[in-house]
């Protein structure tokens, strides 16, 4: 089973200075998000969106940090389910990334962290 890094996501308070600060000073690409209804951007590295961004509420704090999340790519999420639940994990029900067919699922590591986990 392959398995990738795949993406981070940040809580950007200001999105358009966020994405500014990601195309400027780091040199990534703003290009195409899926759909969500929620505001945010994508920002990629080559043919690869490295950086998601989504709006946070306020300033980034202890409550709502600002990395939301690690995302890890499967080559078929099914195993990697099937894995979490060998170990009784907890995760929510993978859904599909809209108008795409990659499912995705959350689950929390043992330190709080939210990991993605998605794949075909």
Known sequence: ??????????????????????VEAVGL???ARPPFGFPGAWLY??????????????PADKAAPAVDHVAFAYDALDE????????????TSPKYVPGTEIR?????????????????
Request: charged fraction near 20%; hydrophobic fraction near 40%; aromatic fraction near 6%.
């Open 1 to 22: 089973m392959a398995v990738h890094l795949h993406h981070v996501n940040v809580r950007a308070e200001d999105i358009e200075e966020t994405v500014a600060f990601y």
């Open 29 to 31: 690409t703003k290009g």
């Open 45 to 58: 590295d080559g043919a690869r969106p490295a950086v998601h961004l989504t709006q946070a509420a306020g």
């Open 80 to 91: 990697a389910l099937a894995r979490l639940d060998r170990l009784n994990l907890r995760y």
């Open 104 to 120: 995705q699922c959350f689950v929390t590591d043992p330190n709080g962290v939210t990991v993605e986990l998605q794949g075909p």
